[in-house]
């Protein structure tokens, strides 16, 4: 089962013991499947909104599924990703139990939303998030931070020339999100300049669209620090 860079990355930041983790917006399902074959993980929960796509998933892992290690458990279940049953999954675990939510490949703006409606139903659950937004993430670390999340990891990955921001979050440790981008973040890719140089030239046209638009001036001009601070 062959990985593209950004699955495989996101993968390898799932490297705690987890009670129970959600792949969602999961599509093929190649990134819930590599993280239960580790054998770290022991539940998840694989989410799609399109019946067509968790049908044709719930087929492939009744066929496939012998491949995994035997202890580990799954469901597929067709849901809007902002409506899973995070406190009642709770209930049915240890009292210290801990639970990661991925969500990948959607635009920021949607999961900008979908974190808003889920975190008026996590309160007091240990959780963590683990996000990769295909755009728009300077907009939602803005909205990540104003919901007091805080960045445990981060990592940057380029694929088929586009940039992708991997976050690693959680309510109740960590370090203070960056806007930009951690070092961690800038220092994780040998070619980092080059998807610094897409941004800062996808919000000099945003400004140069909307000058009243006080959201990109800011993106661009802390972009700018950024390519002075680290390149």
């Not at 049915?92 to 139990?97: E, F, G, I, N």
């Not at 991997?166 to 890719?189: C, F, M, P, R, Y």
């Not at 070619?191 to 993106?219: C, E, F, G, P």
């Amino acid at each position: 089962m062959k990985l593209n860079k950004r699955l495989l990355s996101l993968s390898e930041m799932v490297n705690e013991p987890y009670d129970l983790v959600w792949d969602c917006c999961c599509d093929h399902g190649l990134l819930g499947f590599k993280i239960l074959a580790g054998g770290l993980i022991k539940q998840l929960n694989f989410v799609d909104v399109v019946p067509e796509i968790t049908d044709k998933l719930a087929l492939k892992l009744q066929q496939h599924g012998h491949h995994l290690p035997a202890d580990v458990r799954w469901k597929v279940l067709c849901q809007d990703v902002s409506e899973i049953k995070l406190a009642e999954s709770a209930l049915q675990l240890p009292m210290t139990a801990k639970q990661l939510v991925i969500i990948s490949g959607i635009g920021g703006d949607l999961m900008i939303d979908i974190m808003k409606r889920l975190v008026t139903t996590c309160e007091d659950l240990h959780l963590d998030f683990l996000l990769c937004p295909v755009q728009h993430t300077y907009k939602l670390r803005k909205v990540l931070r104003e919901l007091e999340f805080k960045s445990k990891a981060e990592r940057l990955v380029l694929e088929n020339k586009r940039g992708y921001e991997l976050l690693l979050i959680s309510q109740i440790e960590g370090q203070a999100i960056s806007l930009t981008g951690s070092d961690g973040l800038w220092k994780s890719h040998p070619s980092a300049t080059i998807y610094l140089k897409k941004l800062m030239t996808h919000y000099q046209r945003s400004v140069i669209a909307d000058k009243h638009n006080q959201l990109n001036q800011s993106a661009l001009d802390d972009y700018r620090r950024v390519e002075q601070r680290y390149l």
